[in-house]
């Protein structure tokens, strides 16, 4: 009974987790690049656009 509470828990924690990636990717922001180039030395596509 404790595995299928944990699974349910976990499994909630994911949908929510994907759900905000896909409320994101529809407001125009990157699911993968936050934007910030300091990070990444600038390797990303971000400033070219």
Same mark, same amino acid.
């Given at each position: 009974?404790?595995?299928?509470?944990?699974?349910?828990? +976990?499994?909630?924690? %994911?949908? +929510? %987790?994907?759900?905000?990636? %896909?409320?994101?990717? &529809?407001?125009? &922001?990157?699911?993968?690049?936050? #934007?910030?180039? &300091?990070?990444? #030395? #600038?390797?990303? @596509?971000? @400033?070219? &656009?």
């Amino acid at each position: 009974m404790g595995t299928l509470i944990v699974g349910a828990a +976990f499994l909630a924690a %994911v949908v +929510f %987790v994907i759900v905000g990636m %896909v409320k994101d990717k &529809k407001a125009g &922001k990157s699911v993968i690049c936050g #934007g910030e180039c &300091k990070h990444c #030395g #600038g390797a990303c @596509n971000y @400033n070219r &656009k």
